[in-house]
């Protein structure tokens, strides 16, 4: 089983950072603001926009969240596409140019940025 981690795109700030803790009946989130040394922020749902980590990792052993813009490489054709990692159909999925790509294991994945900090790395895509 995978390891269950989410990082928040806090909307105001404009800042990708982990979140330690998610606190469903208070709806908010707590946010690491400095890797481990103590300093945390507490955001409410509407202020962030969570990225669950999806239990795997690219070709540089980065790990893959939803949200992720993936350059990918399909190992049986050679051919090479962008696409967004979302959820969908009760698995995650990398969509691109309205297409979406179930079979992780045929594709070589490298994260490129996220949907959030990168939207220019989807300005073709309607994903």
Not at 54 to 78: M, Q
Request: hydrophobic share 35%; proline share 2%.
């Amino acid at each position: 089983m995978s390891e269950l981690k989410f990082m928040a795109y806090i909307k105001s700030l404009q800042w990708l950072l982990p979140v330690d803790r998610i606190c469903f009946d208070c709806g908010t989130v707590e946010i690491d603001l400095t890797g481990g040394n103590g300093d945390t922020a507490e955001y409410n749902f509407d202020e962030v926009e969570l990225m669950q980590f999806i239990g795997c990792k690219d070709i540089n052993d980065k790990e893959v969240y939803k949200g992720d813009i993936l350059k990918c490489k399909d190992n049986y054709t050679g051919l090479e596409f962008t696409g967004v990692v979302d959820f969908q159909d009760c698995s995650f999925v990398i969509k691109n140019d309205c297409v979406t790509h179930y079979r992780w294991m045929d594709y070589t994945v490298e994260v490129i940025g996220n949907k959030f900090e990168n939207p220019e790395l989807l300005e073709d895509q309607d994903a």
